[in-house]
């Protein structure tokens, strides 16, 4: 770092008032709104804190984020009461741009914030409209780069950063105006576990070495709980409690009730106390460490420790006989601009199976399920559906066998009402009224919509607009239907909707295919794993097996839930059957000496 | 970019535009515009341009009657008479030609866009711009449009895939209908914007911009001696030929070249 840049603690080491923001009595209602975002919050947030703001969606975490620099209410309108004071300054009485001198804001989406076309421009563009002169602009654009681990960087297009260097340029350029704080709106929830990472890693930094006031917004529970020094839980606009990340996530009932995931490990010690246990470990330091004084019952079930050679797919004999739904064959794809996307894939999926693709992004997940679509065709080797290589396939063909449910429900909305947008696609192949709307009715039972069937998918919440997308796709009554990271964007709530949905059609008959970063949620859906890493297949094996590869992970740059680490400390704490634990109610299942749920549980 | 959009609108001798359109495309793969970007361009234009060599070859005769002043036109070739409705009509060469200018015109302008936005820094632009007396709020805009124009492309290309994935099969549709599919891609894509812009005024207003003038740049604009070159070759260019076109008929549809 270069001392030459004063920090903000530094700056005002008067010191009139140790807080950097205060919230006094603050109601608001968005215009047009009856019910509060927002409602009587009062909120002190110190200098130099980590503070994590949690709640499930709707709870008012982004509204709270606004209020801070004053865009809520001045850009909206609407109705405020109270006020909130950043840096000694009453946000009501002082313009945004007064405000944004003071609070450097970090959103969601890394596409949209960046609004330059080179990096060192997107970190000037603030400085440039506070006319900050240009000596004193360059020495912080590298400052900031600096922090951020982006120096050399400078005259890059945003477009070739990857998703979390984005986020950490958007850091960096909050940071350049050297803000009494740093207001993140959920910045890790478009990002691959290393992108998450990252940004995380670059928090602490400023935080811990810097003093920067932060206040994070977010749904990454195991995050929170290792850097936060405190917790906000907000639940329908309204402050339930703050406290430490022990005292928040240690009350896993409370959690449960509002739909707010604790970390794995609180969890893990909530079940094994059967919820009596005081003092919940929320970091997995601390878990590992109260797994070593727990007594040893050796009753673990789940498999040996002693990791077998790696296995060959787990293809049962009778399967191994029919022909494969999906089947690609040292399959390779170079992208036009010479990009190796896959490098020689071999697999096979049959009928009836429930499949997890994971990996981190560029792994080439999207781009081998496209192979099946026809969406993408083979540089070498061959991809084929039931047999028939996929090139002789027309695409409208291969959507009748294959439902495809891309990332962004948004792009995929074509219509004014659900039921229309079920419709669309039978209505075009000509089917008989009667035909469409019996598929309708059955498409939107399955994936629970049926009452929404008259609104406006754009009028409905992210996860339900999902939902009519998995209704549309499964209109055509497909064989196998494949997800694109269904649960981007989401709280766990409503990843969990639709991963129920998912295991439903599997249970009905259907081959689901899922790909995803959200490996915690999964040990509960998918049988298999397949594992991918810059092109190949690094592991294909059953999903308990395969989580407990963290090598294999970790060279893919996955993390595997905490249950898993603690799992692992079991084996090497002379726990022989630890192995294939996977979830908290395993690990607590087996220290309780119970046996542990090895079926999936359905 | 003005000089050569100008130029070319005015210009109606095939030779000089061919020669033109030209230039402008080699300049194009010089500077690194992908040839697929050109081919792309090309093939898009393709059936426009068959059709109007069609038609005016065939039946522009009265047109360049009037334009060239000629009384007879040089025949290429005739149909037979005994073909229905177009029975008797003539090819003319001239009509080829005047096609052929057209042809070049519209491939000029707009080979010229790329060509400047590949050599081009939008901030150098933006910087000259407001150098220029552009307004700071319309330079912001111009360079917004351009920064965002890869956005709503990727969205364009998501939102016909999903089409696909819905099993409609393109191949096998009529063209209204296709079109009718094809026309529900604005929903998606209009939404998507209002959506993108309202979240780009958040994060605009909350990196301080309000569109006053009043702001420093990071970059200076200075124009260096290459860019006084251009400026005076462009203004030359353009001298010499309103004074060619005035007083030698040079690049008049018809005139000596």
New interface residues.
């Given amino acids: 770092m270069k001392p030459s840049i004063e920090t903000p603690a530094a700056r005002s080491s008067d010191c009139r008032t140790e807080a950097s923001a205060v919230f006094d009595g603050v109601s608001y209602l968005y215009p047009r709104t009856q019910e509060p975002a927002l409602k009587d919050i009062n909120l002190t947030i110190l200098r130099g804190e980590f503070l994590g703001v949690i709640g499930p969606t709707g709870a008012g975490k982004t509204t709270l984020c606004?209020t801070l620099?004053g865009?809520v209410p001045q850009?909206f309108g609407g109705r405020f009461f109270g006020y909130v004071k950043v840096a000694g300054l009453d946000t009501l009485n002082h313009p945004?741009?007064?405000m944004?001198?003071h609070?450097g804001?970090v959103?969601e989406?890394p596409?949209?914030?960046l609004?330059?076309?080179?990096v060192?421009?997107e970190i000037?563009?603030?400085?440039?409209?506070?006319?900050?002169?240009?000596d004193e602009?360059?020495r912080r654009?590298s400052w900031a780069l600096e922090i951020v681990r982006l120096e050399g960087k400078e005259h890059k297009h945003p477009?070739e950063l990857s998703g979390g260097e984005k986020q950490r340029l958007a850091i960096a350029?909050a940071l350049a105006l050297r803000p009494e704080i740093l207001v993140l709106d959920e910045p890790t929830s478009q990002l691959d576990p290393v992108g998450v990472q990252e940004v995380f890693a670059i928090l602490r930094d400023l935080n811990r070495t810097l003093g920067i006031t932060v206040v994070i917004a977010g749904h990454a529970a195991e995050e929170m709980a290792e850097h936060a020094d405190r917790l906000a839980l907000l639940v329908h606009g309204e402050l339930v409690t703050t406290g430490t990340p022990e005292a928040v996530y240690g009350d896993v009932e409370r959690l449960n009730k509002i739909g707010v995931r604790p970390p794995q490990v609180t969890e893990t010690f909530y079940l094994l106390g059967n919820g009596t246990l005081p003092d919940l470990p929320v970091r997995l330091e601390d878990g590992l460490r109260l797994l070593e004084t727990w007594p040893r019952t050796h009753a673990c079930q789940g498999a040996p420790c002693e990791q077998p050679a790696r296995p060959a797919p787990p293809v049962s004999s009778a399967r191994q006989t029919t022909t494969p739904l999906l089947s690609a064959q040292a399959l390779h794809h170079t992208y036009?601009d010479g990009t190796q996307a896959l490098k020689g894939i071999s697999l096979e999926i049959h009928r009836g199976e429930y499949v997890l693709i994971a990996g981190q992004n560029g792994a080439g997940k999207s781009t081998l399920v496209k192979h099946f679509?026809n969406?993408l065709q083979p540089t070498l080797g061959t991809t084929s559906v039931n047999g028939i290589d996929t090139r002789r396939l027309?695409?409208?063909?291969l959507?009748?066998i294959i439902g495809?449910v891309?990332q962004?429900p948004?792009?995929?909305?074509?219509?004014?009402t659900v039921e229309d947008e079920v419709a669309?696609?039978l209505r075009?192949?000509g089917r008989s009224t009667d035909q469409v709307s019996a598929a309708v009715t059955r498409s939107l039972e399955a994936v629970g919509l049926l009452d929404a069937r008259d609104r406006h998918p754009?009028a409905l919440p992210k996860g339900d607009r999902t939902r009519v997308i998995i209704a549309?796709?499964l209109a055509?009554d497909p064989e196998v239907l494949i997800f694109d990271e269904p649960t981007m964007g989401q709280d766990d709530q409503g990843a969990q909707a639709i991963l129920d949905i998912t295991r439903r059609l599997h249970q009905q008959g259907k081959t689901v295919v899922t790909i995803t970063h959200h490996l915690h949620l999964m040990p509960a859906y998918a049988e298999r794993m397949i594992l991918m890493g810059k092109g190949v297949k690094l592991l294909d094996a059953p999903i308990r097996q395969a989580l407990h590869d963290v090598d294999l992970l970790a060279a893919t740059y996955l993390a595997p839930p905490q249950a898993v680490w603690l799992a692992r400390a079991l084996c090497e704490a002379d726990e022989p059957g630890a192995a294939a634990l996977v979830t908290p109610e395993d690990v607590a299942g087996c220290l309780a000496g119970q046996a542990p749920p090895m079926e999936v549980r359905h | 970019m003005t000089v050569l959009t100008l130029v070319a609108l005015v210009w109606e001798s095939p030779l000089l535009g061919t020669l033109l359109a030209l230039i402008v495309l080699i300049a194009c793969l010089v500077v690194g515009v992908h040839l697929?970007y050109v081919g792309k361009l090309l093939a898009v234009m393709l059936p426009f341009y068959l059709l109007m060599l069609i038609t005016q070859g065939f039946f522009a005769n009265d047109l360049i009657r009037s334009r060239t002043g000629q009384t007879t036109l040089t025949p290429l070739f005739s149909l037979p008479d005994s073909w229905w409705l177009v029975g008797g009509t003539t090819m003319s060469v001239e009509g080829l030609l005047y096609a052929l200018n057209s042809m070049a015109k519209t491939l000029t302008m707009m080979l010229v866009i790329p060509l400047v936005v590949f050599t081009t820094?939008?901030?150098t632009m933006i910087v000259g711009l407001v150098k220029a007396r552009v307004p700071y709020k319309i330079a912001f805009i111009f360079?917004?449009t351009?920064?965002f124009f890869?956005?709503l492309f990727g969205?364009v290309q998501?939102?016909i895939?999903?089409?696909?994935?819905?099993?409609?099969?393109?191949?096998?549709?009529g063209p209204i209908?296709r079109l009718r599919?094809y026309a529900?891609?604005a929903?998606?894509l209009i939404?998507?914007a209002v959506?993108?812009s309202q979240?780009?005024?958040?994060?605009?207003?909350?990196?301080?911009?309000?569109g006053?003038p009043?702001?420093?740049?990071?970059?200076?604009s200075r124009l260096a001696f290459a860019d006084y070159a251009v400026l005076i070759f462009a203004g030359l260019f353009i001298v010499v030929a309103a004074v060619l076109y005035i007083a030698f008929d040079i690049g008049k549809f018809g005139g000596p070249l």
Avoid at chain 1, 115 to 118: G, V
Avoid at chain 2, 163 to 173: D, I
Avoid at chain 2, 214 to 220: A, P
């Fill in positions: 606004l620099n865009i850009a945004i741009s007064a944004a001198q609070v804001m959103f989406d596409d949209t914030q609004t330059a076309t080179s060192e421009n000037a563009f603030a400085l440039e409209n506070l006319r900050v002169p240009r602009m360059r654009i477009f350029a036009a679509l969406l027309r695409m409208s063909d959507a009748r495809y891309a962004n948004d792009h995929q909305i074509f219509t004014a669309f696609a075009h192949l754009l549309a796709v055509m | 697929s820094d939008v901030n360079s917004s351009l920064r890869p956005l969205d998501a939102i895939q999903a089409q696909r994935l819905r099993g409609l099969a393109f191949e096998t549709m209908r599919v529900r891609i929903v998606p939404l998507g959506v993108k979240q780009l005024e958040i994060v605009l207003q909350s990196k301080a911009f309000s006053s009043q702001r420093t740049y990071l970059h200076e």
